[in-house]
């Protein structure tokens, strides 16, 4: 029960009645006795270079989870930003620094790697495609790149937006072999799927899995459901893969971590989560 | 357990981990089945006027409950305030007006008032002293002068304070008898002490205790113990008295029907607290 003593980590979002973090969160620090909670705090966009910084500064607020739509405009708000959100040009996780300063960082990538690393995927020297290069594909580029791969191709219906992705890329991993190009998943190691396909049953597949070896591994950020078109093809030409969920629950302890609130496992957290 | 669809009542206070009034409505909203929550929220003096409105135009904040020390600051920052705040000038309650204009009320006065109404104290045409012109006193003073008390005695260690709520008292009800004057009990159908003596064990009495008579109506506003010195004294003349909690738990069922979340009573509210 939230109290004078409580921490808090504000979530930031509109619409806000949809967020999913607080019925992961709150369930967790109940139930190992941390006095915490993720409180919801619908923030519209007009309001929020106003809003963000001025609950930052609560006594009683250890930091902040961004999502939709905030996750781009907080980077200009921010005092010093980890690698990940200078690539990705998202934050998702604002903390105030010892000396007062507003610091963000952007976990989404680190838990799709997390959650590779977990399934003994090798990430040093393989060859990736991320389909999809807006705030989680970028995410999720800037940490593969950080992971060690050898060679990222970025694809995106939006060519330009992959092009300054690989630009960032370049600038943060001069050897990495970034470069944008198809949705061709022939000769990769790695294939992640980060854009919206597979949300909708009527949606076309990201890309066609006829490249796909069994030797690929292939992930998803959808996370309606849990097998996606993609996944179901990609399994059936024998893929391991990594269901969008796996992302979620593999960055949460990447969050606890930097708001100071310890550790734990992505299967404690699924074993309380109250996502009904 | 906190949601995105939790509707917040924000609690401004510094320091915060003392407030008590999250373990007051937050058992209610659980025991009632009511998806609400009192979120403390540590506000500093110098952040105040930023962060308020930033926390009530958020779209899951219903309003906020206002603490020590920002009850006479808010005034300032409302677009339109009650009575009581216009002559307590001090605010405990702020909520969005249907056309986004932040309202304020003080209910410290109202809730006090109730209290007497319950233990069928005669309000209308009664001669009260009350002894302390502070935040507390001036909402008990606008509340007894709006239930309709003939005649006002006000006193104050700091004379001019008490002169400055006798004028303010005299603009909004032209018709009462007020005045600032002796904390002398002699007279007096109704006696409050709205100043902090009674919380420390060598406090003096705010009054002298043989102007009392039996038939006179003692109140207080201390709730660190329940019979304070001067309502053992009270009591030991006869006097009816009504203790320091009885004001918190009558006002809370106005700020729930002030925030649209219904009402309830004095009695349920206790029997659900956790104030330990």
Not at 64 to 81: I, Y
Not at 157 to 170: F, G, M, N, S, W
Not at 176 to 187: E, I, K, R, S
Not at 258 to 273: K, N, S
């Amino acid at each position: 029960m939230i109290n004078g003593s409580t921490s808090l980590i504000a979530h930031f979002g509109d619409p806000i009645d949809v967020v999913k973090a607080p019925l992961i969160y709150n369930p967790w620090f109940d139930s190992v006795g941390i006095d915490a909670a993720v409180v919801p705090m619908g923030v519209r966009s007009a309001d929020y270079a106003q809003a963000m910084p001025a609950v930052l500064r609560m006594t009683n607020v250890r930091g902040a989870l961004v999502t939709m739509p905030h996750k781009v405009t907080t980077v200009a708000l921010l005092d010093r930003v980890s690698t990940a959100v200078a690539i990705a040009q998202s934050c998702n996780a604002v903390r105030k620094g010892a000396d007062g300063a507003l610091e963000g960082d952007l976990f989404d990538g680190a838990g799709f790697v997390r959650g590779l690393v977990r399934k003994s995927v090798t990430l040093a020297g393989a060859n990736a495609l991320v389909v999809g290069a807006g705030g989680v594909g970028s995410a999720i580029a800037a940490a593969l790149a950080a992971a060690g791969v050898a060679r990222l191709q970025l694809f995106d219906t939006r060519r330009e937006v992959a092009q300054q992705l690989a630009a960032r890329l370049r600038q943060h991993y001069p050897a990495l072999d970034v470069h944008d190009g198809a949705n061709d998943a022939q000769g990769q190691d790695i294939v992640v799927n980060a854009t919206p396909l597979g949300m909708n049953p009527d949606d076309p597949l990201p890309l066609d899995p006829a490249g796909l070896r069994a030797t690929t591994f292939v992930g998803e950020v959808v996370m309606k459901q849990a097998r996606t078109p993609l996944l179901r093809a990609a399994e059936a030409l024998g893929c391991r893969i990594q269901v969008g969920t796996d992302m979620l629950f593999e960055q949460i302890p990447l969050y606890l971590e930097y708001f100071g609130f310890g550790t734990t496992t992505p299967d404690a957290l699924r074993a309380v989560a109250r996502l009904g």
